[in-house]
């Protein structure tokens, strides 16, 4: 009887060992950068949703109160009627306490929380666990819109989850024209209700950058506004 010899070619253990070894190191370099661009792409996706949804419920006040001016609907009479028609949490809470800086993540003063005890403002925790907010200034004519997209928690940090934008109050025509026939053209830049980014003065560019790394929400919003929901906007 003559038996035949079967080869038997696989890995040793000390091969197997070794390839689970590189595996592992390739998951904790690339993982973690992984999750953090999945979780930038959410909140920029949330972050354009909410300011989509805030922009039709403005439009749908607008129009409720047969106007072209914000101070004469709810949204300047009344804030915290207007932000109860959206869909809310059943309890939480929309804004922390303290906000830190992009820069160097030490906390900054410079963020605006609305104050439920105070005149002309008020927030909400949406469903979704979006902090939303409004802060009506009469004296410079403007709605800030504050929000926080992941309510009280975490990061909160500026440019991260913390955003400052505004709804304007008017429609602001431009006109020009042939003064002596009385003939004039007309240009609309903005209408009433348009829900947009602060001009933060003119900045721009790298200044504008730094604005927002150091705390201002506003600036964050308006490089957000410009880079068209680019979740690597400050890169």
């Not at 253990?13 to 953090?36: D, F, R």
């Not at 003065?201 to 680019?230: F, H, P, Q, W």
Request: aromatic share 8%.
């Amino acid at each position: 009887m003559f038996y035949k010899k079967i080869n038997k070619n696989g890995f040793t253990l000390a091969e197997v060992l070794l390839a689970v070894a590189i595996i592992g190191v390739i998951a904790v370099l690339t993982i973690p950068s992984l999750l953090k661009n999945t979780q930038e792409k959410a909140r920029m996706a949330l972050l354009k949703g909410t300011v989509a949804n805030l922009s039709s419920a403005v439009q749908t006040e607008i129009t409720r109160h047969r106007t072209t001016e914000i101070p004469s609907t709810d949204i300047y009479k009344n804030p915290q009627t207007f932000l109860e028609r959206f869909e809310l949490a059943k309890s939480g809470t929309p804004f922390a306490t303290s906000y830190r800086r992009y820069s160097d993540a030490k906390e900054t003063e410079d963020v605006l929380i609305p104050d439920n005890n105070s005149e002309g403002q008020y927030s909400v925790l949406l469903k979704n666990g979006v902090g939303l907010g409004i802060v009506n200034d009469k004296e410079n004519s403007t709605t800030s819109v504050v929000i926080d997209l992941t309510g009280s928690d975490k990061p909160n940090m500026v440019g991260a989850d913390y955003y400052i934008l505004k709804i304007e109050w008017y429609e602001d025509v431009k006109s020009w024209g042939d003064d002596t026939t009385g003939i004039q053209n007309y240009n609309s830049s903005t209408r009433a209700g348009e829900v947009s980014s602060y001009k933060i003065g003119g900045v721009t560019g790298a200044a504008l950058k730094t604005e927002c790394i150091n705390g201002n929400g506003a600036a964050c919003y308006r490089m957000v506004e410009l880079s068209g929901y680019d979740p690597q906007y400050l890169d």
